[in-house]
């Protein structure tokens, strides 16, 4: 059983930085894929910034060139660096991993999300 958590989540003003971190626990054998979603009520939850393993990361055209997504495979974390915030990008961030366990199928693994608030 795969367990992800994220962290790293609050108020911040335009313009500033947040760093959210997403560590994940359990039997990972093989991982395809890690990924940053985001969701406003009453919208549909988007892709923010993805890796799939073996390529380099993707954006959503909302947040080329302020966010960056990278991981540290020692700790199990994966990190989304928000910079240059604006108020549209306030929302619920969640984090997800695209893993298999030994002797099973890929599966989605689901954090339960972190509060971003971007507010003067």
């Known amino acids: 059983q795969v367990q992800v958590v994220e962290s790293g989540g609050g108020l911040v003003q335009p313009g500033g930085s947040l760093r959210l971190s997403c560590v994940a626990s359990?039997?990972?054998?093989?991982?395809?894929?890690r990924g940053w979603y985001r969701q406003v009520p009453g919208k549909q939850r988007e892709s923010v910034a993805l890796?799939?393993?073996?390529?380099?990361?993707t954006y959503a055209d909302s947040v080329k060139g302020r966010f960056t997504i990278s991981s540290d495979d020692d700790k199990n974390t994966v990190y989304l660096q928000m910079n240059s915030l604006k108020p549209e990008d306030t929302a619920v961030y969640y984090c997800?991993?695209?893993?298999?366990?030994?002797?099973?199928?890929?599966?989605?693994?689901w954090g339960q999300g972190t509060q971003v608030t971007v507010s003067s």
């Open positions: 997800n991993w695209i893993a298999t366990t030994e002797g099973g199928p890929s599966t989605d693994h």
């Open positions: 359990g039997s990972i054998f093989s991982i395809y894929a």
């Open positions: 890796i799939v393993s073996g390529s380099s990361p």
